[in-house]
């Protein structure tokens, strides 16, 4: 069966402007969680749905923002973009929640200039 | 979640067992050792699991001691493919997230 599949792979955004990354989960998955990924910081959570709803969020400002549609696929958002947000972005989906196993997409590599 | 520790880096002969250890001595009751791994540039991958029990599958086995305060990843024939990041996760059963530290980076060399 197919993978976790994110879009676009690769992006280069200028400061101040907004960026959308889509996650497209595993047929039957309806856990989709989002993760940023720096040298400095690691692997840190940002936010997970679930059937359209927001469970869960992590430390990270406002300008993050997420949603899912009622197909599972799921986008995240971020405005008003920062050198810092330079980032991969990783999506994982997982039947119910994360307490089946996560399997995790290719990652959206964001360059903030 | 419990707080994991990992060492840094470990290296470790192709075709030799590579043992990965994992130190959660606050690990609660109901909380479980997850390992993934983070080949370089893709997206972490879901080793192996286990509450209590050692546990095998076809990548891996688990070996948690008897107060579950440690535990250890054994890859039983180590390949160069297994060179990553290995990361000790503990978390219970319904969390929403999985905290990721800094892992081990595991160098196999031929």
């Known amino acids: 069966k197919a993978g976790v599949t994110q879009t676009p792979r690769y992006l280069i955004k200028t400061r101040g402007q907004q960026v959308t990354l889509s996650c497209s989960p595993i047929s039957g998955h309806r856990s989709v969680s989002w993760y940023q990924q720096t040298p400095g910081q690691g692997l840190q959570f940002l936010f997970e749905?679930?059937?359209?709803?927001?469970?869960n969020k992590g430390n990270f400002p406002g300008r993050f923002s997420g949603r899912q549609f009622s197909n599972s696929r799921s986008e995240m958002n971020v405005s008003t973009l920062e050198l810092g947000d330079s980032a991969l972005y990783l999506c994982a989906s997982s039947l119910i929640d994360m307490n089946t196993e996560a399997f995790f997409g290719q990652g959206t590599r964001l360059t903030v200039v | 979640d419990a707080k994991t520790t990992q060492p840094p880096s470990m290296d470790c002969a192709e075709g030799r067992a590579a043992n990965l250890p994992c130190n959660h001595s606050?690990?609660?009751?109901?909380?479980?050792v997850y390992w993934y791994r983070q080949i370089h540039s893709q997206g972490p991958q879901y080793i192996i699991h286990g509450l209590k029990n050692n546990e095998t599958n076809e990548m891996a086995s688990l070996i948690i001691t008897e107060d579950r305060k440690s535990s250890t990843l054994i890859l039983p024939h180590a390949t160069l493919r297994d060179t990553a990041v290995y990361y000790c996760?503990?978390?219970?059963?319904?969390?929403?997230?999985?905290?990721f530290g800094q892992g081990t980076r595991l160098t196999i060399n031929p």
């Open positions: 606050t690990i609660s009751g109901n909380e479980y």
């Open positions: 996760i503990v978390r219970w059963q319904g969390a929403q997230k999985l905290v």
């Open positions: 749905y679930f059937s359209e709803t927001q469970r």
